[in-house]
């Protein structure tokens, strides 16, 4: 297994566990759909673990922040609190920018 840290977050290559008969989900959100695209990340933000995780995670890394013993760890840690808030604003974004127009009130 590969794992490199970048800004304090994880990313990991899983790769090494796909065998014969198993495809690696590799597709580039730029093929999917708009309409896709909005019904993931309204699963995503309707999630109940989803939201208690990335909170969780947010307030840790906000705690980090501000008793972090040193210049890298605060840094560190704000990137933390800026990728999470990222990936919900863009979840968000996705909705929004797929939703049917209203129409105005005459």
């Not at 304090?8 to 896709?36: C, F, N, W």
């Not at 933000?45 to 013993?69: H, R």
């Amino acid at each position: 297994m590969e794992a490199s840290i970048a800004g304090g977050l994880g990313y990991v290559d899983l790769s090494h566990g796909i065998g014969p008969g198993r495809q690696r989900a590799t597709r580039k959100h730029s093929a999917m759909t708009p309409k896709e695209r909005a019904s993931l990340a309204e699963q995503l933000l309707s999630n109940a673990l989803f939201g208690e995780l990335f909170d969780s995670i947010e307030k840790n890394s906000v705690e980090a922040m501000i008793f972090a013993p040193d210049d890298e760890t605060r840094a560190r840690s704000a990137m933390r609190v800026q990728a999470i808030r990222t990936l919900r604003s863009d979840c968000e974004a996705c909705l929004r920018s797929t939703r049917e127009p209203k129409a105005a009130p005459a």
